[in-house]
């Protein structure tokens, strides 16, 4: 069982908007950072986007203006807003720690485990 539980999945229409939760179970090293990732059925696990440990926010381009990460450390969450859901968006979302630097960003090996992730469906 990796560090963070995901939770807040569901089935929206297209267009619609959720936004999922990742709590993390101990306290990250300021250094690293947080990303999402998602595994659609039969296909690799990609990572969507990552917010790095200085906080700013780096996104694949198919998600780019309608998925927006964020974080609040006092409750030690990272958030994952996403908007003008597509039916491509259906998958499995997991988070895990990573290590940016520029703009390419690396799981964190101490941290390799998984959670269980939240599933997301969109469907009319």
């Known amino acids: 069982q990796g560090p963070f539980v995901e939770s807040g999945g569901g089935l929206v229409q297209p267009g619609g908007s959720l936004t999922l939760s990742c709590e993390a179970s101990t306290t990250i090293d300021s250094r690293y950072g947080v990303a999402w990732y998602r595994q659609a059925p039969g296909k690799q696990r990609d990572m969507v986007g990552a917010i790095s440990g200085d906080g700013s926010t780096k996104y694949v381009g198919s998600v780019k203006g309608r998925f927006t990460i964020t974080r609040d450390n006092a409750k030690k969450t990272v958030y994952l807003q996403m908007n003008s859901l597509k039916p491509e968006d259906t998958a499995v979302y997991y988070c895990?720690?990573?290590?940016?630097?520029?703009?390419?960003?690396?799981?964190?090996?101490?941290?390799?485990?998984w959670g269980q992730g939240t599933q997301v469906t969109v469907s009319s």
């Open positions: 895990s720690v990573v290590y940016c630097s520029g703009d390419v960003c690396s799981r964190v090996s101490e941290f390799s485990s």
